[in-house]
């Protein structure tokens, strides 16, 4: 669980911070990673399937992807056009 959090706090250092609603969707997920792994043994197994560090990447890296694509010039050169300069 610590690692998840740290995960989380490192995210949040992103240029401009974290939304709250994507850090709560963080949290949560943090959050039930911690309480299936409450359950002896058969929430070890479950952890494993439910992948909350993974959850949280995707989340993070979808958000990253949306803000920069927004904030970046339009470099998109179209192949035909590509094609023919060469």
């Known amino acids: ?22 850090r709560q969707k963080m949290m949560v997920n943090v959050a039930c990673d911690f309480g ?5 043994l058969v929430g070890d197994f479950i952890n494993v399937l439910y992948k909350c560090n993974s959850r949280n990447f995707v989340l993070l890296e979808k958000y990253l992807v949306e803000k920069y694509e927004k904030e970046r ?3 998109h050169v179209p192949l035909q056009k590509a094609q023919e300069t060469v």
């Open 1 to 22: 669980m610590l690692f998840a959090l740290q995960l989380v706090k490192k995210a949040g250092q992103v240029e401009g911070g974290l939304p709250p609603a994507l």
């Open 36 to 40: 299936i792994g409450l359950i002896p």
């Open 73 to 75: 010039p339009d470099t």
